[in-house]
């Protein structure tokens, strides 16, 4: 445990050192947040397929219960159940395309995590920084419970609880609790909880934020304890349920449609239908849910006695409860949705349910179709002003200001690139293929191998894991 | 699948190769003996404990369902659900004394496996060979099931089932079925079926050959199609019994004195007792078993409703059946000691089973304290024929020929030399860890984390391993 204990607080201190302009100190938040001695219970795992490029390189780490695909490399890193999937990395010959440059890629892709501790974070790789294009970096960063890390290469940053950082280039930041930043780039910003902030400089900017006395009862972090709230209550109550997925090496495949696929370290429950060209990803969960042709169900997300029609994304982190989801319905990450048996939730089709919103009803309530909904919403009254049709927000052309919503920009450019990121999210998972043509995840993520490692069990390097290399 | 199928081919090619003086084609005898595609149904796994030097290397290997413990290495070749256990490796710094010489060790000791084939083979690495003290190399060698390669460095050699090699370095050798050599050194010779061939040059040579009609029973193997017999028999019987230590990745343990170790992948069936400073190794199987103090069970060895007193070595691959052995007996490797619910084996204090001896009674046998015994064994006669007390054996100066077995030399030299190497096992192992000093394996394999790694699922490289270097 000796060197456990000294990477811990080395990783720590670097991460203090880039936010001290901010005057943020990580250490009451972290210390004690996990204990060291669960380090060695749960062991790590990495995907082995031959359509995945492998390159992982450990050293001197500690791994415990994470999940990599994809090349990769941990330097002096404390990951902690986390999700590290690159099955998106860019190829060496690839061509990515900026505005007006096409920047060819020199060789392929790869994260470089280093330094940096992460507990529960989903990371995925569909970088975007034009800059960076050949590494994903997550250096001096620490990441709480179920925050997100997406495409987002970052550096001397610190992520609260459910936070999400989509899509941007983060350097020195805070990014509070429950809230989620799609901005292209920050640096040395302290996010406030609750934020809901996606900004395209010179086209859009749209930001949002929940009222904190009422998202603390769904979440809330404070120093010197873990995160706590109703949906940290709901992800723990079904925390038995990964139990054996993880205690077996190989378990016996549930069947389902050959182009779709269903992750092993997933948890499917009785009632549930998969569809042609669904994904079904590592650490979600379902119950009695059907998932239309071309839906996905991405980590970590729960959906429970839920319909989702077709081509739904239900994006990292996002839980639907209770629920009939149109075709095409977008559930943005994190997002909290929750009808009840006796008044369920209805979306219409083609509507986006921005990441990080709340919905929790005790009435029934109907979306309309081709909306945009965000925010906290717990009535009819809520979803007035936390909802507008894409067709009114295409007209937006200066600014508005809507409840605890303002957006400024023209909003034909917001619809467009949500359009545009779903019918590419939908693209890549697969959602359009058609027995030969449009493969995607769901067709690639079959069969994959699962190598499992475990750390020294004892003595000064105690929850540390060797050296490990693989390459193909 | 295509890559497995070339390597497969080049070992065999290379092999015959090395064999051609002997007129000896492998290829008829492994040619379909394990489906390839088996090789994707078991995962690999190795061994990380702070007390065994790592480095493990595997390049463009298969190595399914195989267990590693210590430094390795494995370059081209298929390993099938063997052992190799180095937790005997020499030491950089350390001096090994072979007669007049005291050789300093330059480097630390690792296996070098290449080019090679084996299947259920047990390779431990005690070596002996002053000639290649930092490197046990196994190469373009293949060797069939529950052979051991016990210490004995091998190139272009070909095992058979049950076949030992034991403190030898052997090249370009065919060791034959249910044979056992320990003579130093061989090269071009090809052992016949069911020869237990022990030399010491200038001290004696102990030779006896199973009557094979008899062997044959118990177990033969001929080319196209796998090997058969009242021991595989025995052994298929009980695979269920491994099934679940497999499926799990970590298992309750099984509580056993703090002093004594129970490998997770040994199989304990209900009313085994398990005593102080015991060894028990991985897929060792135990039923209804009482291990006294400081007795080991090693890998495929399998006792059953027996009782085994203490100081008790069961070699690699032996069987106990309905017996009861006095303290310090020692059973050789792959030994067959049957006796039966109403006719039990009892063995006196001190005995030496030799190895690859078939005891298999229907009356039952005492065999006397302080006795020899080899070879097969079904009555009193055979064991008048087969046995001799030490004492006796002792007084031998030139030669003696009882039965099947010829003895030219020294007897004093060849007890000592069994009674100096039963002293070095139980010490090795752990029997006399004394709550403080003389730890063995017994004390330092407690604790093992394992690591589970698994082949590419499909693809021209299905079943092969992708490169994987671990290190401290």
Redesign the interface.
Known sequence: MKELKALFDRIAQRTNINLRELHFDVVPFIKNLIPLQQM?KF?AFYG???HHP?DFQFRHSSLAGSYFLGKCRALNSILYKSDIRGDELKQQGDVFSYRQFEIPVSQNEGFDIEDSYLVKTLVHNFSHDPETLETFFIKDTISTHYANIHGSPCDGSFLGPFATVDLTTMRDSVIGTFSYVQTGEIAHVNVGPGTVWIRNPGEFNFLYRHPLHKLSDYINFAAGRPPQGFIIDFVDDRKGSFQRV?????LEPIPVPRSASLDRYAVVKPKTQIGENVLVAQRAFLQNASLGKGANAQENCYIVNSRLTGNNVTAHGAKIIEAELGQNVFVGFNSFLRGRPDCRLTIGKDSIVLPHTIIDIKQPLAVPAEHFVWGLITNQADLESNSLALSDFSKIDGGLVQGNMSFEGRGARFVAAFRERIHHILEANGAFFDGTSNKGHAQRNQ???????????????GCMY???????
Do not use: A, H, R
Request: aromatic share 12%; no cysteine; hydrophobic share 40%.
């Open positions: 060695v062991y082995i397929t031959p492998l993880f205690e077996v090496v190989n069969n994959i191998s699962f190598n499992t490692i475990q750390p020294y069990p004892n003595g000064d390097l060797p050296t490990i290399i693989i390459k193909t």
